[in-house]
């Protein structure tokens, strides 16, 4: 079955950077687009990124652009995502999610902690 499980998450100060990981089973992961969401204390969910079957498009909300970066590598099936200059307002669990037939998957999170 599809599974996603995050890692790499942590506590780090404002400024810093941090790498997200996100292993994949269960599904064909060279042909499906990878995303990124993530959900602060008291509020929703929110997209941070996708990335193209072939890791060579990503796309983000405009007020990440520059910060976060998402790349794949098809041989481990594994997603990530590079965030740089973190601010405190970056703090959230993580989670990846793939769209397969039809049906969402997500993995459980990763928290991240943006704090001095």
């Known amino acids: 079955q599809v599974q996603l499980v995050e890692s790499g998450g942590g506590l780090v100060q404002p400024g810093g950077s941090l790498r997200l990981s996100c292993a994949a089973s269960g599904f064909a992961f060279s042909e499906i687009p990878m995303m990124w969401y993530r959900q602060a204390p008291g509020k929703a969910r929110e997209w941070v990124g996708v990335i193209s079957i072939d890791g060579k498009r990503e796309n983000h909300p405009h007020p990440l652009l520059g910060r976060f970066t998402i790349s794949k590598d098809n041989a481990k099936k594994t997603v990530y995502l590079e965030m740089n200059s973190l601010k405190t307002e970056d703090t959230a669990v993580y989670y990846c999610?793939?769209?397969?037939?039809?049906?969402?998957?997500w993995g459980p999170g990763t928290q991240v902690t943006v704090s001095s």
């Open positions: 999610k793939v769209e397969y037939h039809g049906d969402e998957f």
